[in-house]
T-cell receptor
Framework: SAVISQKPSRDICQRGTSLTIQCQVD?????MFWYRQQPGQSLTLIAT?????????ESGFVIDKFPISRPNLTFSTLTVSNMSPEDSSIYLC??????????FGSGTQLSVL | GNSVTQMEGPVTLSEEAFLTINCTYT??????LFWYVQYPGEGLQLLLK?????DKGSNKGFEATYRKETTSFHLEKGSVQVSDSAVYFC??????????FGPGTSLSVIP
């Protein structure tokens, strides 16, 4: 299993600013994933973060907007840059650990004014 | 590419009714399949899973069978309860360990 501590849990930000979300896992994991869940919607995969290499972004997401760091096997950050109201969403980090099940952080609820 | 399609909701059922939520997928290779549930105001929880063809996942009275020939993983429960009201997400895990979620199906069970 894997326990993920995610912070901040929520934030209200002004448009044009940036927010960095941090996730700490209680064990070493190879891959971490960042998702976005917009109100009333499903989870959309933003990118996959492997330690020691650049993150792999899904279609529709770019590094300039969502830069990701993965400095070691227990930690990752996602930055939401130059925010607009359309970025208001819940952002989730996750990992499968060593098994099939996906473990999630508690989420960051972001509101952009 | 990889994708998951679910029946559109919302679904409203009376207590003790039979539930089916359809899920079909498109994937390269042999994905693992999952159903996740999100109760109001909570995060996603794994409900059940199946890792190969003809496997049946089950939990809390819910069942789903991995059908490779029809690329389906339909969720069923024989008798729903009010406490089953939630959003249900079908998902697949690719050979690269990415988990792709379907759009979700909202279920409301009325007494």
């Amino acid at each position: 299993s894997a326990v993920i501590s995610q912070k901040p849990s929520r934030d209200i930000c002004q448009r044009g600013t940036s927010l960095t979300i941090q996730c700490q896992v209680d064990s070493q994991v190879t891959m971490m994933f960042w998702y976005r869940q917009q109100p009333g919607q499903s989870l959309t995969l933003i990118a996959t973060a492997n330690q020691g290499s650049e993150a792999t972004y899904e279609s529709g997401f770019v590094i300039d907007k969502f830069p990701i760091s993965r400095p070691n096997l227990t930690f990752s950050t996602l930055t939401v840059s130059n925010m607009s109201p359309e970025d208001s969403s819940i952002y989730l980090c996750s990992t499968t650990g060593s098994g099939e099940k996906l473990f999630f952080g508690s989420g960051t609820q972001l509101s952009v004014l | 590419g990889n994708s998951v399609t679910q029946m559109e909701g919302p679904v409203t059922l009376s207590e003790e009714a039979f539930l089916t939520i359809n899920c079909t997928y498109t994937a390269t290779g042999y994905p693992s399949l999952f159903w996740y549930v999100q109760y109001p105001g909570e995060g996603l929880q794994l409900l059940l899973k199946a890792t190969k063809a003809d496997d049946k996942g089950s939990n809390k009275g819910f069942e789903a069978t991995y059908r490779k020939e029809t690329t389906s993983f339909h969720l069923e429960k024989g008798s729903v309860q009010v406490s089953d009201s939630a959003v249900y997400f079908c998902a697949l895990k690719t050979s690269y360990d990415k988990v792709i979620f379907g759009p979700g199906t909202s279920l409301s069970v009325i007494p």
